[in-house]
């Protein structure tokens, strides 16, 4: 098999990023449908978010050496950041109207 066959080592990463924005999509979406229902009471969707995954994630403490943990976390880090690079930053205005 030459390279072109090989799979990428990237794809793992690429695959469970996609299913991880499908998945926080969900999530925040029944976060602000419920939160219409009581607007008073609601906390912040990304603060309620953050410790909902947290409360989640924990136990990977128990499964996996810290230093693997602080590896992932760089990794996505660096993944998040050239996405948003990417993707997030370009200018979508259409150069033929004001906006």
């Known amino acids: 098999m030459d ?3 090989k799979p ?3 794809e793992p990463l690429c695959d469970l990023l996609v299913a991880w ?3 926080g999509a969900m999530i925040i979406d029944h976060m602000v ?3 219409g229902r009581a607007p008073d009471e609601a906390a912040p969707v ?3 978010f953050h410790q909902i995954v947290r409360s989640v994630l924990e136990p990977l403490r128990d499964r996996h050496p810290a230093e693997h943990l602080v590896v992932a976390a760089d990794v996505l880090l660096d993944a998040q950041r050239t996405l948003a690079d990417e993707i997030l930053l370009v200018d979508l205005a259409d150069p033929d109207t004001n906006g």
């Open 3 to 5: 390279e072109s066959q």
């Open 46 to 48: 990304d603060a309620v």
């Open 33 to 35: 449908r419920s939160a």
């Open 21 to 23: 924005a499908g998945q």
């Open 8 to 10: 990428s080592s990237i």
